[in-house]
């Protein structure tokens, strides 16, 4: 053996014991290269078997897969569908929540949601809709439509709309749970009368401290939205309807709905109602007054008061129509009003106009709450 030479591995390793033709095998290091790290690479002889013919080779070591389930260092906060529709002809919103995907409670376990919408800026009670509550699933299934009525062409171009998914605190006896994230859409984006569907990540929410100047005694919240703000800027909107009418020589003036009402009470709402005052009018029935809708920010009234007169006499009075918020026992609370007349201006002024130049045909418009009551004199 000393005058032979150096004798590789591979030759003794060459010996096949199986029948048939001699072949040599791979090398070991191929299976355990850590064993023989100054080992020379060999070339490895073609293989003699005929094409085709599967070749065994050594199982390889696989990694052990991710454990399914959420990561503690996982910033998701889970994925809400939804789909906006401006119905520019019936001057309404519609928001229908479809699904919610890979929600995070803080808690482990089933959680109960719902989702809960508001526009912005604006009061954040009078335009707050929610869905009703899915209970026991990270992925509830909603398929509900909430309706903003009064949603006109200049609120698209300056609101954004946003959506909370909310834990329901029924169980957890908690007062105000914080969402478990939420979303904002500028409305300027929507093209009117055609649907779009939104499949967006949740985010956190962001509150910012209100300033000490601002009432806190009348039910607001220590933290607010910074949109919050201008929230009382506006008064809210109310729609009216007109019509002369030929048959009874007077104008039936009808109040349908208001809606995105200033909150007067100390409980986040108003109880709601409206009077009428036909000036001047000497002589007949001034005043009108529908009935009072309790703790609503939204009220629906759809009743229809009547005053006499050609319309010659009626195109040079104006039409006063305000909105109180019922107190019992002490003074209303003025919320905001509207005048209507030939001298009022922009659509006012085009509305009271259109309704005494045609007859019988009734004319609906919403119209924007001023907060300074009117002062008019006989």
Not at 224 to 234: G, I, K, P, T
Not at 258 to 264: D, E, Q, Y
Not at 310 to 333: F, N
């Amino acid at each position: 053996m000393a005058g032979r030479g150096r004798v590789s591995m591979q030759e003794h390793m060459a010996i096949d014991v199986s029948p048939g033709p001699i072949r040599p095998i791979r090398l070991i290091s191929h299976y355990f290269p850590h064993f023989y790290p100054t080992a020379e690479p060999a070339l490895r002889p073609p293989d003699p078997r005929p094409p085709g013919t599967p070749v065994r080779s050594a199982p390889q070591p696989q990694p052990d897969p991710e454990p399914e389930g959420d990561s503690d260092d996982s910033t998701t906060l889970g994925t809400l569908e939804f789909t906006l529709l401006f119905d520019a002809d019936n001057s309404t919103l519609h928001c229908t929540a479809h699904r919610a995907k890979g929600l995070k409670p803080p808690a482990s376990g089933s959680v109960d949601t719902f989702v809960k919408a508001n526009l912005l800026p604006g009061a954040s009670k009078a335009s707050q809709l929610r869905t009703r509550t899915v209970r026991g699933t990270r992925g509830p299934v909603w398929e509900e439509t909430l309706t903003y009525h009064g949603f006109t062409l200049q609120d698209a171009r300056r609101k954004t709309l946003r959506l909370c998914v909310c834990e329901d605190p029924w169980l957890r006896r908690r007062r105000r749970a914080p969402p478990l994230g939420e979303l904002r859409v500028p409305l300027r984006k929507l093209v009117p009368n055609r649907a779009r569907s939104f499949d967006v990540c949740l985010e956190r929410r962001r509150l910012t401290k209100r300033p000490k100047s601002l009432d806190t005694a009348r039910g607001m919240s220590l933290y607010e939205e910074v949109e919050a703000e201008a929230a009382w800027e506006e008064r809210g909107r109310v729609l009216l309807s007109l019509c002369y009418s030929s048959q009874r020589g007077g104008l039936l003036v009808g109040v349908l709905r208001c809606a995105h009402l200033a909150p007067m009470d100390a409980n986040g709402y108003s109880d709601p109602f409206v009077r009428l005052f036909l000036h001047p009018n000497a002589g007949k029935k001034l005043k009108y007054k529908t009935s009072v809708r309790r703790k609503t920010l939204n009220p629906e009234f759809n009743e229809e008061f009547f005053y006499a007169g050609p319309r010659e006499e009626l195109a040079q009075k104006t039409l006063l129509v305000s909105v109180w918020d019922y107190d019992l026992g002490t003074a209303d609370d003025f919320i905001g009003g509207v005048q209507l007349s030939s001298r009022a201006g922009g659509e006012r002024q085009q509305h009271w106009r259109e309704c005494l130049g045609r007859s019988d045909r009734r004319l609906e418009l919403w119209h924007p709450l001023d907060g300074t009551p009117l002062q008019l004199s006989d």
